[in-house]
């Protein structure tokens, strides 16, 4: 059996792919683009990939999450959800399928997220779909269908942009985990950190990185 053709492209960038959305879309500004993204999701709700918008018009479409990424992905959400019930629901915990409108009019679905009661905001009548909010805290882990890190890095600074105050990429391939924090600069690099601190945005949540993600067989 000869290999797939993706097993070859060891040296190009598959995902995730690109499409502009058309340029009357875009002009209309973002809440038409956001219109448009949903209407394209819906009309292809049988197809399992995973849609983003980008703030200038861009549509990101990623493939089904394989295996170990969807456990990665499921483990670190249902801490911060435990997390949060243990405080009394002090806020709203989401996991990798909640959309988010940010406010430079992307549309992100981060992998794990978190945001205090004060800071939610309920979408109005004939405001486009999807949570009307950055997140507080905003997790996004790399899977093995990322060749590379560069998406991922300009993703997490677009959360930071736009009102996040703490961020983990974690990169399970490179077992790293970059930190990113409001008002500073620069992410701070973990190499093969155990344990992750919540700090001040979710105090007291400790996450046993290497344990729950690094280490999964």
């Not at 058309?22 to 002009?27: A, D, L, N, Q, W």
């Not at 861009?58 to 170990?68: A, F, I, R, S, Y």
């Not at 990798?96 to 979408?123: H, K, Q």
């Not at 930071?160 to 992410?187: F, H």
Request: proline letters at 10%; charged letters at 25%.
């Amino acid at each position: 059996m000869g290999q797939s053709p993706l097993g070859e492209a060891t040296d190009i960038e598959l995902f995730p792919i690109k499409l502009r959305l058309p340029e009357g879309v875009v002009s209309a500004g973002p809440d038409a683009c956001i219109d448009w993204f949903w209407d394209v999701c819906f009309a292809n709700e049988e197809y399992p990939w995973q849609m983003e918008l980008t703030a200038d018009g861009v549509l990101e479409l990623m493939p089904p999450t394989d295996e170990p990424s969807d456990v990665h992905e499921n483990r670190t959400s249902s801490k911060v959800y435990l997390w949060d019930e243990q405080q009394g629901f002090q806020g709203v915990p989401t996991g990798p399928t909640a959309a988010y409108r940010l406010p430079s009019g992307a549309l992100r679905v981060p992998d794990a997220a978190w945001t205090a009661r004060e800071n939610v905001r309920s979408r109005q009548p004939g405001e486009p779909r999807g949570r009307p909010y950055c997140p507080d805290f905003v997790v996004e882990i790399r899977s093995s269908s990322q060749r590379s890190l560069r998406p991922l890095l300009a993703k997490m600074q677009e959360y930071m942009d736009n009102g996040a105050r703490l961020g983990w990429l974690i990169d399970p391939l490179e077992r790293t985990v970059r930190i990113y924090r409001a008002g500073v600069a620069e992410p701070e690099l973990l190499h093969d950190p155990e344990v992750l601190d919540g700090e001040g945005v979710l105090p007291g949540f400790a996450f046993a990185v290497r344990e729950l993600i690094f280490d999964l067989a």
